[in-house]
C-alpha cells in the first residue's frame, strides 16, 4: 500500500518562499512509470494542478505557476519537494501531493491527506 504525507509550516508570510515535503512510502518514486505531482485546492474553488516531477526525474510544471515553481526529489528519503516563491494570500490553499500512473491512463491513484498553508503576515 501506498503512502504519502505532506509536511511543512502552515503559515508563511508574503513574499517568502513556500516549501512542502511529501514523504512517500511502500514504493520508490524512481519506480517506473509513475509521476508525483503537486495539487492545490484554494478555499472556495477547485482543485488546481502545480506540476510533476517523474519516476526518470524529469519535472513539469502549470504554465500559470511555472515562474515561481520548483520541484525536486532526495531518493534515498524517498521524498519528493514543492518550493513556491514569492507567495501571496492567493497562494493560501490546502496542498496535496498525490501519485500519477502513467501506464494506466495517467489517472490519480494515491493522494496525501492534504495540508493548509496561508499566506499572511
Known amino acids: 500500500q501506498v503512502q504519502l504525507q505532506e509536511s511543512g509550516p502552515g503559515l508563511v508570510k508574503p513574499s517568502q518562499t513556500l516549501s512542502l515535503t511529501c514523504t512517500v512510502s511502500?514504493?520508490?518514486?524512481?519506480?517506473?512509470?509513475?509521476?508525483w505531482s503537486w495539487i492545490r485546492q484554494p478555499p472556495g474553488k477547485g482543485l488546481e494542478w502545480i506540476g510533476y516531477i517523474a519516476y526518470s526525474g524529469i519535472t513539469y510544471y502549470s504554465p500559470s505557476l511555472k515562474s515561481r515553481t520548483s520541484i525536486s526529489r532526495d531518493t534515498s528519503k524517498n521524498q519528493f519537494t514543492l518550493q513556491l516563491s514569492s507567495v501571496t494570500p492567493e497562494d493560501t490553499a490546502v496542498y496535496y501531493c498525490?501519485?500519477?500512473?502513467?501506464?494506466?491512463?495517467?489517472?490519480?491513484?494515491?493522494w496525501g491527506q492534504g495540508t493548509q498553508v496561508t499566506v499572511s503576515s
Open positions: 498525490a501519485r500519477r500512473d502513467g501506464s494506466s491512463g495517467l489517472r490519480y491513484d494515491y
Open positions: 511502500g514504493g520508490s518514486i524512481t519506480t517506473n512509470y509513475y509521476y
